[in-house]
Nanobody, 127 residues
Framework: QVLLVESGGGLVQAGGSLRLSCAASGLTFNNLAWGWFRQAPGAEREFVTGISLYGGHIYYAENLKGRFTISRDNAKSSVNLQMNSLKPEDTAVYFC????????????????????WGQGTQVTVSS
């Protein structure tokens, strides 16, 4: 059974930081590319960042560059999202997603391109 479990969400004041993690089980981690998405109430799910199979490609949503950092730990079968200088508009449910790839391809930025999803973790940034 494939399972992606996010953790690390919570309530933080504006300007603060959070680190999200996504642990994978039931998957061969070393043939997966990863992404983080978020969805605010009443909004569509939007791309946050992604990392390719070997980490050779990393891509961030334009408005998040410099504040968010994605990383992957193949030994732990996990992918992380460090979020700094958080703003109230970052409030959303954050989802990790994975997709099978055969090479260090460029990043997919739309949800339909991903094969597996976590259940999401709530991030709330107070002003």
């Amino acid at each position: 059974q494939v399972l992606l479990v996010e953790s690390g969400g919570g309530l933080v004041q504006a300007g603060g930081s959070l680190r999200l993690s996504c642990a994978a089980s039931g998957l061969t981690f070393n043939n997966l590319a990863w992404g983080w998405f978020r969805q605010a109430p009443g909004a569509e799910r939007e791309f946050v960042t992604g990392i390719s199979l070997y980490g050779g490609h990393i891509y961030y949503a334009e408005n998040l560059k410099g504040r968010f950092t994605i990383s992957r730990d193949n030994a732990k079968s996990s992918v992380n999202l460090q979020m700094n200088s958080l703003k109230p508009e970052d409030t959303a449910v954050y989802f990790c997603a994975a997709r099978h790839v055969g090479f260090d391809a460029s990043i997919a930025t739309i949800p339909i391109d991903y094969d597996y999803w976590g259940q999401g973790t709530q991030v709330t940034v107070s002003s």
